[in-house]
Protein backbone atom coordinates (compact mmCIF):
# COMPACT_ATOMS: atom_id res chain seq x y z
CA UNK A 1 0.00 0.00 0.00
CA UNK A 2 1.13 3.47 -0.94
CA UNK A 3 1.41 5.87 1.95
CA UNK A 4 1.06 9.28 1.10
CA UNK A 5 -1.05 12.52 1.26
CA UNK A 6 -3.86 11.19 -0.81
CA UNK A 7 -4.09 7.95 1.07
CA UNK A 8 -4.61 9.09 4.42
CA UNK A 9 -3.96 6.69 7.14
CA UNK A 10 -6.99 5.49 9.11
CA UNK A 11 -6.84 5.44 13.48
CA UNK A 12 -5.32 3.01 15.23
CA UNK A 13 -3.41 1.39 11.68
CA UNK A 14 -1.02 -0.31 12.16
CA UNK A 15 2.20 0.07 9.62
CA UNK A 16 5.31 -2.15 9.25
CA UNK A 17 8.17 -0.30 8.13
CA UNK A 18 11.55 -3.14 7.53
CA UNK A 19 14.42 -1.38 7.76
CA UNK A 20 17.50 -3.80 6.28
CA UNK A 21 16.49 -6.65 8.89
CA UNK A 22 14.86 -4.82 11.37
CA UNK A 23 10.94 -4.41 11.26
CA UNK A 24 9.50 -1.17 13.53
CA UNK A 25 5.61 -0.91 14.08
CA UNK A 26 4.42 2.69 14.12
CA UNK A 27 0.59 3.04 16.00
CA UNK A 28 -0.40 6.52 14.83
CA UNK A 29 -1.85 8.98 17.47
CA UNK A 30 -5.56 7.86 17.88
CA UNK A 31 -6.15 11.61 18.91
CA UNK A 32 -4.75 12.74 15.63
CA UNK A 33 -7.26 12.71 12.59
CA UNK A 34 -4.34 12.90 9.49
CA UNK A 35 -1.27 12.04 8.27
CA UNK A 36 1.65 14.02 10.65
CA UNK A 37 2.69 17.59 9.08
CA UNK A 38 5.45 19.73 8.75
CA UNK A 39 5.13 23.17 6.43
CA UNK A 40 2.32 20.86 4.53
CA UNK A 41 4.30 18.35 4.05
CA UNK A 42 3.45 14.67 5.06
CA UNK A 43 5.71 12.97 7.32
CA UNK A 44 6.56 9.28 8.60
CA UNK A 45 8.24 8.62 12.44
CA UNK A 46 10.11 6.10 12.49
CA UNK A 47 12.02 3.95 15.10
CA UNK A 48 16.10 3.54 14.95
CA UNK A 49 17.07 0.31 14.67
CA UNK A 50 20.42 0.70 16.49
CA UNK A 51 22.63 4.11 17.69
CA UNK A 52 23.47 5.91 14.23
CA UNK A 53 25.82 8.45 13.51
CA UNK A 54 24.84 11.91 12.28
CA UNK A 55 23.98 11.99 8.53
CA UNK A 56 23.63 8.32 8.34
CA UNK A 57 21.19 6.84 5.85
CA UNK A 58 19.26 3.85 5.36
CA UNK A 59 16.14 2.31 3.60
CA UNK A 60 12.69 1.86 5.49
CA UNK A 61 10.06 -0.28 3.08
CA UNK A 62 6.60 1.86 3.28
CA UNK A 63 4.25 -0.48 1.22
CA UNK A 64 5.66 -1.33 -2.39
CA UNK A 65 8.29 1.89 -2.03
CA UNK A 66 11.43 2.89 -0.48
CA UNK A 67 11.84 6.03 1.29
CA UNK A 68 15.47 7.03 2.26
CA UNK A 69 15.50 7.97 6.13
CA UNK A 70 18.58 10.31 6.98
CA UNK A 71 19.55 10.16 10.36
CA UNK A 72 19.04 14.00 11.70
CA UNK A 73 22.18 16.00 13.41
CA UNK A 74 23.43 14.83 16.93
CA UNK A 75 22.80 11.42 15.63
CA UNK A 76 20.11 8.86 17.69
CA UNK A 77 19.97 6.13 19.56
CA UNK A 78 18.40 2.40 19.32
CA UNK A 79 14.71 2.78 19.64
CA UNK A 80 14.57 6.43 18.90
CA UNK A 81 12.11 8.18 16.72
CA UNK A 82 12.37 10.93 14.27
CA UNK A 83 10.86 12.16 11.35
CA UNK A 84 11.41 11.61 7.94
CA UNK A 85 9.17 13.87 5.02
CA UNK A 86 7.57 12.05 2.21
CA UNK A 87 8.68 13.87 -1.25
CA UNK A 88 9.64 12.68 -4.38
CA UNK A 89 13.03 13.18 -3.08
CA UNK A 90 13.01 10.97 -0.25
CA UNK A 91 10.71 8.19 -1.59
CA UNK A 92 12.00 5.42 -4.39
CA UNK A 93 10.95 2.78 -6.32
CA UNK A 94 11.13 -0.35 -3.88
CA UNK A 95 13.79 -2.31 -5.00
CA UNK A 96 14.76 -5.88 -3.86
CA UNK A 97 17.38 -6.12 -1.22
CA UNK A 98 19.02 -8.67 1.01
CA UNK A 99 18.12 -8.89 4.41
CA UNK A 100 21.73 -6.79 5.50
CA UNK A 101 21.88 -6.69 9.23
CA UNK A 102 22.51 -2.52 10.92
CA UNK A 103 25.21 -2.38 13.81
CA UNK A 104 27.28 -5.89 13.26
CA UNK A 105 28.18 -8.52 10.75
CA UNK A 106 26.06 -10.76 8.99
CA UNK A 107 28.20 -13.79 9.57
CA UNK A 108 31.56 -14.24 11.85
CA UNK A 109 35.33 -14.56 10.78
CA UNK A 110 34.94 -18.49 10.83
CA UNK A 111 32.03 -18.78 8.48
CA UNK A 112 33.65 -18.58 5.38
CA UNK A 113 32.88 -22.10 4.53
CA UNK A 114 29.12 -22.35 6.42
CA UNK A 115 27.83 -22.63 2.76
CA UNK A 116 30.65 -25.96 2.25
CA UNK A 117 34.03 -25.13 0.31
CA UNK A 118 32.43 -25.74 -3.16
CA UNK A 119 29.96 -22.73 -2.93
CA UNK A 120 30.60 -20.69 -6.22
CA UNK A 121 31.11 -17.57 -4.11
CA UNK A 122 33.87 -18.95 -1.96
CA UNK A 123 35.63 -20.71 -4.94
CA UNK A 124 35.27 -16.99 -6.59
CA UNK A 125 37.13 -15.20 -4.02
CA UNK A 126 39.67 -18.07 -3.62
CA UNK A 127 40.71 -18.45 -7.49
CA UNK A 128 39.61 -14.86 -8.75
CA UNK A 129 39.19 -12.48 -5.46
CA UNK A 130 39.49 -9.22 -7.53
CA UNK A 131 36.47 -10.49 -9.18
CA UNK A 132 34.33 -10.87 -6.11
CA UNK A 133 35.60 -7.24 -4.84
CA UNK A 134 34.62 -5.90 -7.85
CA UNK A 135 31.29 -7.86 -7.88
CA UNK A 136 30.53 -6.20 -4.05
CA UNK A 137 32.17 -3.00 -5.51
CA UNK A 138 29.13 -3.09 -8.25
CA UNK A 139 26.15 -4.50 -5.59
CA UNK A 140 26.97 -1.22 -3.40
CA UNK A 141 27.25 1.25 -6.33
CA UNK A 142 30.90 2.02 -5.56
CA UNK A 143 33.43 2.46 -8.44
CA UNK A 144 36.57 0.66 -9.36
CA UNK A 145 38.14 3.02 -6.66
CA UNK A 146 35.64 2.34 -3.88
CA UNK A 147 34.26 6.06 -4.37
CA UNK A 148 30.04 7.00 -3.78
CA UNK A 149 29.09 8.27 -7.41
CA UNK A 150 25.82 9.58 -8.42
CA UNK A 151 24.44 8.43 -11.40
CA UNK A 152 25.97 6.02 -13.87
CA UNK A 153 29.16 4.57 -12.91
CA UNK A 154 32.78 6.08 -14.51
CA UNK A 155 34.75 3.25 -13.74
CA UNK A 156 32.55 0.15 -13.64
CA UNK A 157 34.14 -1.93 -10.97
CA UNK A 158 33.68 -5.39 -12.55
CA UNK A 159 35.49 -4.03 -15.59
CA UNK A 160 38.11 -2.85 -14.61
CA UNK A 161 39.09 -6.16 -12.55
CA UNK A 162 38.16 -8.27 -15.69
CA UNK A 163 40.72 -5.78 -17.42
CA UNK A 164 43.30 -6.51 -14.64
CA UNK A 165 43.01 -9.69 -14.41
CA UNK A 166 43.29 -10.57 -18.05
CA UNK A 167 46.20 -8.09 -18.18
CA UNK A 168 48.16 -10.57 -15.79
CA UNK A 169 47.00 -13.63 -17.70
CA UNK A 170 48.52 -11.81 -21.01
CA UNK A 171 52.04 -11.52 -19.03
CA UNK A 172 51.55 -15.41 -17.78
CA UNK A 173 50.92 -16.29 -20.97
CA UNK A 174 53.91 -14.87 -22.10
CA UNK A 175 56.11 -16.25 -19.48
CA UNK A 176 54.40 -19.37 -20.69
CA UNK A 177 55.52 -18.88 -24.07
CA UNK A 178 59.26 -18.18 -23.32
CA UNK A 179 59.41 -21.15 -20.78
CA UNK A 180 57.71 -23.91 -22.78
CA UNK A 181 58.01 -22.94 -26.90
CA UNK A 182 61.27 -20.92 -26.79
CA UNK A 183 62.80 -23.34 -24.10
CA UNK A 184 62.13 -26.47 -26.68
CA UNK A 185 63.97 -24.60 -29.28
CA UNK A 186 67.13 -23.16 -26.84
CA UNK A 187 66.69 -27.29 -26.15
CA UNK A 188 67.59 -28.08 -29.34
CA UNK A 189 70.55 -25.30 -29.47
CA UNK A 190 72.17 -26.77 -26.65
CA UNK A 191 71.53 -30.59 -28.16
CA UNK A 192 73.19 -28.81 -31.35
CA UNK A 193 76.02 -27.42 -29.31
CA UNK A 194 77.29 -31.07 -27.95
CA UNK A 195 76.31 -32.71 -30.79
CA UNK A 196 78.72 -30.13 -32.56
CA UNK A 197 81.43 -30.18 -29.68
CA UNK A 198 81.40 -33.06 -27.27
CA UNK A 199 84.25 -31.52 -24.99
CA UNK A 200 82.15 -28.54 -24.84
CA UNK A 201 82.74 -26.80 -21.70
CA UNK A 202 79.80 -25.79 -19.19
CA UNK A 203 79.85 -24.60 -15.70
CA UNK A 204 76.39 -24.61 -14.03
CA UNK A 205 76.27 -22.85 -10.90
CA UNK A 206 72.17 -23.06 -10.04
CA UNK A 207 71.00 -26.26 -11.75
CA UNK A 208 67.19 -24.20 -11.34
CA UNK A 209 68.15 -21.06 -13.36
CA UNK A 210 69.00 -22.22 -17.01
CA UNK A 211 70.43 -18.27 -17.81
CA UNK A 212 73.41 -18.62 -15.03
CA UNK A 213 74.48 -21.61 -17.16
CA UNK A 214 78.18 -20.55 -18.68
CA UNK A 215 78.50 -22.76 -21.76
CA UNK A 216 81.54 -21.93 -24.12
CA UNK A 217 78.95 -21.74 -27.18
CA UNK A 218 80.23 -21.76 -30.95
CA UNK A 219 78.96 -20.52 -34.19
CA UNK A 220 76.69 -17.50 -32.31
CA UNK A 221 74.97 -19.71 -30.28
CA UNK A 222 75.58 -17.26 -27.30
CA UNK A 223 73.79 -14.44 -29.12
CA UNK A 224 70.71 -16.67 -29.11
CA UNK A 225 71.04 -18.03 -25.62
CA UNK A 226 71.61 -14.36 -24.39
CA UNK A 227 68.26 -13.19 -26.39
CA UNK A 228 66.38 -16.18 -24.80
CA UNK A 229 67.50 -15.11 -21.15
CA UNK A 230 67.21 -10.99 -21.87
CA UNK A 231 63.84 -11.33 -23.16
CA UNK A 232 62.55 -13.86 -20.22
CA UNK A 233 64.26 -11.11 -17.91
CA UNK A 234 62.27 -8.88 -19.11
CA UNK A 235 58.83 -10.89 -19.02
CA UNK A 236 59.37 -11.90 -15.66
CA UNK A 237 59.70 -8.42 -14.34
CA UNK A 238 56.79 -7.25 -15.89
CA UNK A 239 54.63 -9.99 -14.56
CA UNK A 240 55.76 -8.98 -11.26
CA UNK A 241 54.86 -5.63 -11.30
CA UNK A 242 51.39 -6.31 -12.85
CA UNK A 243 51.37 -8.98 -9.98
CA UNK A 244 52.52 -5.97 -7.43
CA UNK A 245 49.96 -3.69 -8.68
CA UNK A 246 47.10 -6.45 -8.52
CA UNK A 247 48.15 -7.00 -4.90
CA UNK A 248 48.18 -3.46 -3.26
CA UNK A 249 45.29 -2.67 -5.07
CA UNK A 250 43.03 -5.41 -3.67
CA UNK A 251 44.72 -4.49 -0.28
CA UNK A 252 43.38 -0.88 -0.48
CA UNK A 253 40.01 -1.49 -2.20
CA UNK A 254 38.96 -3.96 0.37
CA UNK A 255 40.32 -1.86 3.35
CA UNK A 256 38.21 1.38 1.57
CA UNK A 257 35.22 -1.11 0.86
CA UNK A 258 35.53 -2.49 4.57
CA UNK A 259 35.60 1.21 5.78
CA UNK A 260 32.49 2.21 3.87
CA UNK A 261 30.32 -0.95 4.80
CA UNK A 262 31.13 -0.10 8.45
CA UNK A 263 30.01 3.21 8.23
CA UNK A 264 26.88 2.67 6.45
CA UNK A 265 25.45 -0.04 8.41
CA UNK A 266 26.70 1.01 11.62
CA UNK A 267 29.16 -1.38 12.48
CA UNK A 268 31.52 -0.73 15.53
Not at 7 to 15: A, D, M, S, T
Not at 234 to 252: D, H, T, W
Request: charged share 20%.
Amino acid sequence: RKIDSDHPQKLGEKVEYSVLNDSLLEVPDASSNENMKVDGVPHVEVAAPSNLPEGYVFDVTVGGRTLKATVPVGGIEAGQKFSVPLTENTILPATQRANIPVGRWRDGLCECFKHGCCHAWCCLVYWCPLLGVGQLLNRMGLDACAREVEGPVAFNPLLVNWLIIVLNLVWSGRIYHIYIVAGRGLAQLVTEQFVENPNTEIDIPDSGNFCSWKVQWSNNRGEAFEEYCAELKEARMESYIVGLFMFFYSICIVAKLRAYIRRRYAIP
